[in-house]
């Protein structure tokens, strides 16, 4: 029974952690283990792709996407450097090139040194798995688009790298080192 004062107990203390530094400790344990799962599986895909190697479909999809566009340009860029009639065919489908190149002749002179250094350009673009395994023999395959231009570089099997700048599907820069 109580005694009739108005004195009161006052409430017990509670013992532990308050329930926002519960929720963020339950949130961040979350974020991380989500964030070890997916380097576990990209870890896991890296290894099965360097085993295995790259599946067709992903080849055929990521090569669509990315990649026979660019090679296409550097086909039809290297076939017309092969002779003079094919460099003043390129010269003037590609009026961007005049910022480099003032004249068709000094188009035409640079083009002559280039030949040389025009190897054996497949006429297949190589797939992701060869394009990877020739990575790691330094070769070199890099398209890089950014505001309306592209940027590719090649190494050409036994030849020069290849350099090309294209702006809305127009070559405006060539280079073979």
């Known amino acids: ?16 952690m308050p329930t926002w530094a519960k929720v963020s400790l339950g949130c961040c344990g979350g974020c991380v283990l989500v964030f070890i799962l997916l380097m576990a599986t990209c870890v896991g895909g890296v290894h099965w792709v360097s085993k295995h190697g790259v599946p ?3 080849d055929k999809a990521v090569g ?3 990649l026979d566009k660019a090679w296409a340009d550097m086909d039809r860029t290297v076939r017309g450097l092969r002779t003079e009639q094919g460099t003043k065919a390129l010269y003037s489908a590609n009026p961007g090139l005049s910022s480099v190149f003032p004249t068709e002749e000094d188009f035409l002179k640079e083009a002559e040194e280039w030949r040389p250094k025009l190897g054996e350009f497949p006429a297949q673009r190589p797939t992701l798995q060869e394009l990877v395994r020739e990575q790691k023999g330094s070769s070199h395959f890099n398209v890089n688009t950014s505001n309306g231009r592209t940027s590719i570089e090649y190494q050409i099997p036994k030849g020069g790298m290849l350099h090309l700048e294209l702006e809305a599907e127009k070559l405006v820069d060539v280079r073979v080192e």
């Open 1 to 16: 029974m109580t005694d009739g004062s108005w004195e009161s107990e006052a409430a017990p203390a509670k013992k532990g």
């Open 56 to 58: 067709g479909v992903l």
């Open 64 to 66: 669509s996407a990315f």
